[in-house]
Nanobody, 123 residues
Framework: QVQLVESGGGSVQAGGSLRLSCAASGSIFSINAMGWYRQAPGKQRELVADITSGDTTNYADSVKGRFTISRDNAKNTVYLQMNSLKPEDTGVYYC?????????????????WGQGTQVTVSS
């Protein structure tokens, strides 16, 4: 079993900052990528940012220059520093990890999601 524990959500005024954390624990084999997604009311879940095991990052256009994703491999933790927050950043933020393990030459891939943390930005 793999558990993802998210923290750092909350309420903030526009222009403020928040830092989200997501720590993975349990039977983790190889983490290939870690990322953050968000879902606003009435909208589909969307990618905010992700980071590979080689530290290659990818951001949604709407957050480029404001958000920074990083990871601590020793702690199996991914972070999302969110600056210059806007009301449209409001939503439930979920972390996701992509893992894999190879057994007798076959690679198995598993994705795991966190429970979500609420971020509310008021104008």
């Amino acid at each position: 079993q793999v558990q993802l524990v998210e923290s750092g959500g909350g309420s903030v005024q526009a222009g403020g900052s928040l830092r989200l954390s997501c720590a993975a624990s349990g039977s983790i084999f190889s983490i290939n990528a870690m990322g953050w997604y968000r879902q606003a009311p009435g909208k589909q879940r969307e990618l905010v940012a992700d980071i590979t095991s080689g530290d290659t990052t990818n951001y949604a256009d709407s957050v480029k220059g404001r958000f920074t994703i990083s990871r601590d491999n020793a702690k199996n933790t991914v972070y999302l520093q969110m600056n210059s927050l806007k009301p449209e950043d409001t939503g439930v933020y979920y972390c996701k990890i992509k893992t894999s393990k190879t057994i007798v030459g076959l690679t198995y891939r598993y994705d795991f999601w966190g429970q979500g943390t609420q971020v509310t930005v008021s104008s």
